[in-house]
């Protein structure tokens, strides 16, 4: 059984920064992609990014690319998410997941971690 654990979220001002971390227990090997999706109040769950095992290949949403960087740390099985130059739409709660197929069947989810941004 793997289970996700997220950390870093808060309260932050326009034009700030935060930087999310997940800490996965159990059987997370080369076989899993990780990454980040975040739901917005009243919308739906929404991908943000995602790294491969080996970290030589990631993937932003538009939204989010030149302000957010995915790594990861496979010897401490944690995945991080630094978010600079963060906006008031990126309000959410940030979920990390990770998945052998696609982001479209994921296999483990975290609880989740607040982000607020203010104007």
């Known amino acids: 059984q793997v289970q996700l654990v997220e950390s870093g979220g808060g309260l932050v001002q326009a034009g700030g920064s935060l930087r999310l971390s997940c800490a996965a227990s159990?059987?997370?090997?080369?076989?899993?992609?990780m990454g980040w999706f975040r739901q917005a109040p009243g919308k739906e769950r929404e991908f943000v990014t995602a790294?491969?095992?080996?970290?030589?290949?990631?993937y932003y949403t538009d939204s989010v690319k030149g302000r957010f960087t995915i790594s990861r740390d496979n010897a401490k099985n944690t995945v991080y998410l630094q978010m600079n130059s963060l906006k008031p739409e990126d309000t959410a709660v940030y979920y990390c997941?990770?998945?052998?197929?696609?982001?479209?069947?994921?296999?483990?989810w975290g609880q989740g971690t607040q982000v607020t941004v203010s104007p």
């Open positions: 790294i491969n095992w080996s970290a030589d290949n990631t």
């Open positions: 159990g059987r997370i090997d080369s076989s899993y992609a």
């Open positions: 997941a990770a998945w052998r197929k696609d982001i479209y069947t994921v296999d483990y």
